[in-house]
């Protein structure tokens, strides 16, 4: 079982930028991919990126935000740059276990509780 706690949303600007931190517990963090993906109401949970034994991004980022890790404190961070009003939803931790990273939201075994990310025009 691994417990995902989220922090660092909040409001910031347009071109403005913020970095996400999540922190797990309960289980051998080495042994699992970790992912950010994110969700506005009414819509699909979306994947943002992913970590295992390389990184992984969706479309949209286009070298905006970077994803990394630190084993040692069990945590995995998304630093996002040059935010835009469309990247307001809620951004999501995520936690598979295997280590192999994957797009589909279904086959994440653990998330967090989600942190608001909002970015005004």
Do not use: H
């Amino acid at each position: 079982q691994v417990q995902l706690v989220e922090s660092g949303g909040g409001l910031v600007q347009a071109g403005g930028s913020l970095r996400l931190s999540c922190a797990a517990s309960g289980d051998t963090f080495n042994n699992y991919a970790l992912g950010w993906f994110r969700q506005v109401p009414g819509k699909e949970r979306e994947f943002v990126a992913s970590i295992s034994w390389s990184t992984y991004y969706g479309d949209f980022v286009k070298g905006r935000f970077t994803i990394s890790r630190d084993n040692a404190k069990n945590s995995v961070y998304l630093q996002m740059n040059s935010l835009k009003p469309e990247d307001t939803a809620i951004y999501y931790c995520a936690a598979r276990s295997g280590g192999i990273s994957n797009m589909r939201p279904s086959v994440w075994d653990y998330w967090g509780q989600g942190t608001q990310v909002t970015v005004s025009s």
